[in-house]
């Protein structure tokens, strides 16, 4: 199972950006995936996830501001990222979580939002 996100960088405040995640090996279309994001001194968080049937769960201090949303005939799930703050910044890794109880993680995308 390989997981490959692209899509970050440097932004300003305020800004977006969008985090793709392709992925490949697994049954796509049956799999939780989600986004993480882990801040430097921080433990990894969960940002958000979305089933396969496509509901979606955000964390608190994302929620109103980042979406996720599938592709199950391209295999790739997309986080985008609008009104960002600096407090956003993170090393950002797709997860995939599937029937059998496994997670698969992507190798990051730094993000880096400027006050």
């Known amino acids: 199972v390989q997981l490959v996100e692209s899509g970050g960088g440097l932004v300003q405040a305020g800004g977006s950006l969008r985090l793709s995640c392709a992925v490949s090996?697994?049954?796509?279309?049956?799999?939780?995936m989600a986004w993480y994001r882990q801040a430097p001194g921080k433990q990894r968080e969960l940002v958000g996830d979305?089933?396969?049937?496509?509901?979606?769960n955000y964390a608190d201090s994302v929620k109103g501001r980042f979406t996720i949303s599938r592709d199950n005939a391209k295999n790739t799930v997309l986080l985008q990222m609008n009104s960002l703050k600096p407090e956003d910044t993170a090393v950002y890794y797709c997860?995939?979580?599937?029937?059998?109880?496994?997670?698969?993680w992507g190798q990051g995308t730094q993000v880096t939002v400027s006050s």
């Open positions: 997860n995939a979580h599937n029937d059998w109880g496994l997670d698969y």
């Open positions: 979305i089933t396969s049937g496509g509901s979606t």
């Open positions: 090996g697994t049954i796509f279309s049956r799999n939780v």
